[in-house]
């Protein structure tokens, strides 16, 4: 791929090289898959990045030479090796002059691999680093944003097809079988995490995959699962009841979709992570429920179905304008069952942008 | 779930216990999720496992309050962690009696939760590890062949299913949904990996995945999936021609097809992975595409599907009987396309056992 008049790959290897200059470091060494795909839109497997003031190398192996001359020839220089990637980062690092203090993602690379470069690396300064390239990605531009909102409507339109087949008898599998037909069969590159479909009891399972159970009258049937597209990822659940509702699961229900309709409503740039968290948790407790809200309210979603930022009580870190993340409050009950509602919203500048319109009132399905 | 006589997992801690003792270790603490699995029985996604002489404590998080009880509470302490996993280590390890040098999984942790754990826990003599657990799950017991064999059973009845619905005009992501489906409706618990349907030129991509190319007649198509069973995976890879195969093409196959044939006949316990992956290298290279057979011959499957032994050129190690690996040759040309050919085998201790039974010959779509 020739390089082209703002190819965003370049603002984005311009925008690393600053914060490696304000972090005092001459270069940095990249393992993340999806920090490599986002700087220079390599999408395989196994790869070592290195980029400095003057240089963007990509280091991958034979498996991946043509595929990694398509993605990334027009930013990186590629080095295909046949054995070990890092030996041949031994071959790379001192072509590359006046490198000598080195990052490392401590949040991607493995302690077995960090001794290996500490050790093999003795005439490099070596400082872990953190968020160095996943700060730029919580930003999203325009493009990203485009391909978000593509994984959303192939997700929803999944969804869509799927759910006039969910009914009694059927096997949380068949309904997983049918849902991810559809969602590739509408042009989903991969399915970013293992589709849940939690009926009855098992809906108490915050991440209970699908399993043989067969659904039944006046289960509770959670439904959460996503799509990719131009690498990028959607996240979204839904709550069904199979027949008809009773009093208790309308009431849990209304009480989660309250409190996903504000929280979506109020995110904006510049809140803590925990302030948002707090919005439908506070509801949710508010509303005697607050027990049973156990995990955080949301995640970004990007190249990865979970990246920063995260929307949980512990998090101080304010939300950046662009940024997408999944607002997915829920309560879970043992011996009963479970509710989720999960949308995809961007952070605009102007306030938030909820980018799934799956409907969100319950759907009883008879 | 209760204990129960004959319990595989509890043999696993034994033998884990006993390896603990020769490394002179009081205790490993256990981040890997498929080590988890494998000793515990417990498949969430969050969790740290510690394993003394006297103790098996999983700490997970709320999410799994449920799940972790089911499934591991027969010989697992549970301990439910609202915020941090990391937090509630320090309150469990200081409980473990004569507990001073703990192993840690170095090739299973971050960078930086290796120095989280060094920093906060100074108190204990911290050891990195490697393979304590990997080497007891390379010897599949019969349990774990059963649920290998499901895996394939499962893979290759939805590939039979599949392979009537190639034709012309469909798009790779279209075979990926319907086989998928199968793979789904047939009870796999998961996709163990991105499919990879690869088509035409795009075949020479040892791991393209399936794309909206649209298959035309004389393309070679590779088909590489797999299924899960019981948390078990099975991974195969047929290559089929659309149409009629033009010499080239019913060459190059045949080659890899022998290559696959030879190794599945040799692979031995004992034998170094070296000389396995030798076996299919030396007679591709003798019939004069050694170039073009660039990665390695296969890889154990298990609880998951790249796990140990190797076997590649690089490997000292020697297979171990009880081990189940890939035996997987190809051939890729730039431009032209690829050929692989992937079976499952068993290496039992009166010699290989091909687990995969879908056709090798070559198969023309017509």
């Given at each position: 791929m020739q390089s082209v008049a703002g190819d965003p790959r370049e603002g984005r290897i311009a925008r690393l090289r600053a914060g490696l200059l304000s972090a005092g470091l001459d270069a940095l060494l990249i393992s993340s898959r999806a920090n490599t795909?986002?700087?220079?839109?390599?999408?395989?497997?196994?790869?070592?990045?290195?980029?400095?003031?003057?240089a963007t190398v990509l280091?991958?192996?034979f498996r991946y030479r043509a595929q990694g001359r398509v993605e990334a020839g027009g930013v990186a220089d590629l080095e295909i090796e046949g054995t070990s990637l890092w030996s041949r980062l031994w071959?790379?690092?001192p072509r590359l002059a006046g490198v000598s203090s080195v990052g490392f993602e401590s949040q991607h690379m493995l302690h077995v691999d960090a001794q290996r470069v500490v050790e093999s690396g003795a005439r490099w300064q070596w400082r872990p680093t953190a968020n160095l390239v996943e700060s730029l990605r919580q930003q999203k531009d325009a493009g990203e944003l485009e391909c978000i909102k593509a994984a959303v409507a192939i997700a929803e339109l999944a969804l869509e097809r799927t759910v006039p087949e969910i009914?009694?008898?059927?096997?949380?599998?068949?309904?997983?079988a049918r849902l991810e037909?559809?969602?590739?069969?509408?042009g989903s590159e991969a399915h970013p995490f293992e589709t849940i479909i939690a009926s009855g009891e098992r809906s108490a399972l915050p991440h209970a995959h699908a399993s043989r159970r067969e659904l039944q009258d006046g289960d509770l049937i959670i439904v959460d699962f996503g799509a990719v597209s131009g690498g990028y990822c959607s996240d979204i659940t839904r709550t069904f009841v199979l027949g008809r509702a009773n009093a208790a699961q309308r009431e849990a229900y209304d009480i989660v979709r309250e409190a996903n309709a504000t929280a979506s409503a109020a995110v904006w740039a510049g809140m803590r992570g925990r302030d948002a968290d707090a919005i439908a948790r506070d509801?949710?407790?508010?509303?005697g429920l607050g027990a049973e809200f156990g995990?955080?309210?949301?995640?970004?979603?990007?190249?990865?179905?979970?990246?920063?930022?995260r929307l949980a009580k512990t998090i101080d870190a304010p939300l950046m304008v662009g940024a997408v993340v999944t607002i997915e409050p829920g309560v879970y009950r043992d011996g009963w069952g479970g509710i989720r509602i999960e949308d995809d919203v961007w952070i605009g500048p102007d306030g938030p942008v909820v980018l799934t319109a799956f409907p969100r009132?319950?759907?009883?399905?008879v």
């Open positions: 795909r986002y700087l220079t839109g390599f999408s395989g497997s196994s790869s070592l990045l290195v980029v400095s003031q003057a280091i991958t192996d071959t790379v690092l009914a009694a008898g059927r096997t949380e599998l068949e309904v997983a037909m559809w969602l590739r069969e509408l509801y949710i407790e508010r509303h995990h955080s309210l949301g995640h970004g979603i990007g190249l990865e179905v979970h990246e920063a930022p009132q319950l759907m009883e399905l």
